[in-house]
């Protein structure tokens, strides 16, 4: 039987694969060698080893127990694991034949010096903001590292996902190239602060959710997401703390760790604060002025507040009937460390009720605190949380969740908690603690 359709239909998948590879095709860029670090000014470095932290380069590019920038650093999605990539200047394993063109197309367009497209895992979707010159000052630092050899680990994204050229696609729906552009009716200090809010810090790669293929859904930008088992809050209006993420605040969080009206960066957010602490004073006050025009804390002071005298006043009153197996509970586990009695909360004591974990509506990264605790390389630098996942069942976890939020807030008590705990539980600790 005669089925000349079939060759018209072949001919067209034909034409739409050709089609697709002319499309998604990229040239290689040449081999060069690697340059020396002589010919990079200490300046330039010196700018570069800054952005380099507030973009955390390292964070996602050292495996655990890795050398510094040599890759292999896992990165789930709902797809299967992608292993960041050595970025040290080794001419073998790592990034040392990229020229400088070769390191501006990846950081702009997502794609390798051999041609091929980069996963979205790798924010250039953010990067692409940046200036020819932070990107020249990133490849500066990036080049006088030390060489290391470090082979690539092999993704587990399965068949024909794994096609670097099906990123093409993705990046035809979701990705828009471009450098920041300045909003003229904004002020510099704003215009900064979104330049490295949007560009170099990426805030809304944790901060927005994503849809279906990975994309941030920009309709929803900065309205939480839950990230590496984690929520990251909102950072918009709709953010659940108590008292106002004014400025003050967010140079406070955002460059040391803690602040004393809401609490510390823990969990993913603890790599953030490290990293943006080297960001000189003028660029987080930048920051916290593009942040609060999109949370309307503009102009809003925390201290004073009233939720701040309530809580402390919580504090004081004590933790009620002691006879209450989850006040007691609270007692021997908690109260001891996150007392305040003075007339403003303690840093070194988070104030509960102004946290933003009992005030959320979904109580994960409170019964993610309870169970792991707080390391001493996150939030307040040298003090630690300890964890409680070996001392208390998911039942007494879930009691003490329940007791905080009650006494603490005058939001609606979480459902299912003991459930909750138990599938917290089964996730670990993660990898990012
Ligand atoms: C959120 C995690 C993350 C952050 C932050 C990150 N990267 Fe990456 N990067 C990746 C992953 C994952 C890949 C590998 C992507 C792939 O295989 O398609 C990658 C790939 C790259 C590549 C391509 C290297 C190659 O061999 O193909 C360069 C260059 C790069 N990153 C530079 C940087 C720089 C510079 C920074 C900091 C400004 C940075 N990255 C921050 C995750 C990250
Ligand atoms: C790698 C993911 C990630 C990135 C990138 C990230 N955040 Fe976060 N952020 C989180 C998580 C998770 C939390 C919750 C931390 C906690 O509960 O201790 C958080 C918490 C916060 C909070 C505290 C909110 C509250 O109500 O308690 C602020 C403010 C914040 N982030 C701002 C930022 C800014 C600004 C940036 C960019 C400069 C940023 N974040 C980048 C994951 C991230
Ligand atoms: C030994 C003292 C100690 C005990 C006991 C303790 N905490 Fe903490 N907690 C801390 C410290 C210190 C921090 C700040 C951690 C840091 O910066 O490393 C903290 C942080 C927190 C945070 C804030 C996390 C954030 O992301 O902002 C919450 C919530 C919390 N603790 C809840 C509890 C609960 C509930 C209990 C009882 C089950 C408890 N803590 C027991 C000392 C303690």
Redo the contacts with the bound molecule.
């Keep these: 039987m005669k089925r000349p359709w079939l060759i018209g239909g072949a001919a067209i998948v034909v034409i739409g694969l050709l089609g697709m590879v002319a499309f998604g095709w990229r040239m290689a860029i040449a081999p060069i060698a690697r340059p020396a670090v002589a010919s990079f000014a200490p300046a330039q470095i010196a700018r570069g080893e800054v ?2 932290s ?8 050292t495996a655990k127990g890795g050398a510094v920038l040599a ?1 292999g ?1 896992p ?1 789930k999605t709902p797809f299967g694991t ?6 040290t200047p080794d001419s073998e394993t ?2 040392g034949t ?1 020229s400088l063109a070769a ?1 501006r197309r ?2 702009h367009e ?1 794609v ?3 041609g ?9 979707d953010h ?1 692409t903001r ?1 200036t020819d010159g932070d990107v020249a000052d ?2 500066a ?2 080049m006088t590292r030390p060489a290391i050899k470090a082979p ?1 680990k092999s ?1 587990t994204i399965p068949f024909p996902l794994n096609l ?1 050229l099906l ?1 093409a696609g993705w990046k035809l729906l979701y990705f828009k190239p471009g450098r920041f552009t300045p909003d003229a009716s904004k002020d510099a200090a704003w215009n900064r602060g979104a330049y490295l809010v949007e560009g ?1 810090s ?1 805030c809304s ?1 944790c901060h927005t959710p994503r849809g279906a293929l990975g994309a941030e859904n920009k309709d929803k930008a900065y309205a939480g997401a839950l990230v590496d088992h984690w929520i990251a809050p909102p950072l918009t209006g709709a953010n659940p703390s108590p008292v106002p993420w004014g400025a003050d605040e967010l140079v406070a969080y955002l460059g040391t760790g803690v602040s004393r009206y809401h609490g510390v960066a823990a969990g993913p957010m603890g790599p953030v604060s490290h990293g943006l602490s080297k960001l000189p004073p003028a660029d987080l006050k930048a920051v916290a002025a593009y942040l609060t025009s999109l949370n309307g804390a503009a102009g809003k002071s925390a201290a004073g507040a009233p939720a701040i005298g309530q809580a402390l006043a919580t504090d004081r009153s004590g933790t009620g009937l002691q006879y209450d197996a989850a006040a007691r509970l609270y007692t021997a586990a908690c109260a001891s460390c996150h007392y305040n009695s003075g007339k403003e909360p303690n840093p070194l004591r988070p104030d509960l009720a102004l946290n933003s974990a009992v005030n959320m509506d979904d109580p994960r990264n409170l019964i993610r605190v309870i169970l792991y605790g707080v390391d001493a390389a996150d939030g307040i630098p040298g003090v630690v949380m300890p964890g409680f996942a070996r001392g208390f069942s998911n039942a007494d976890v879930g009691r003490i969740a329940n007791y905080v939020r009650a006494t603490r807030t005058s939001r609606p008590a979480w459902t299912d908690l003991e459930q909750k705990v138990a599938t917290i539980r089964a996730e670990g600790r993660g990898q990012e603690q």
Excluded: V
């Design positions: 952005l380099a507030a973009g955390y380069c390292a964070t996602c590019h890759g650093y990165m992608i292993y960041s990539t050595n970025i790592g990034i990229w390191f990846a950081m997502g390798a010096r051999d091929s497209h980069l996963f979205p895992a790798f924010p250039y990067f940046l990133l490849y630092f990036l690539p993704n670097r990123q170099i990426h790669a």
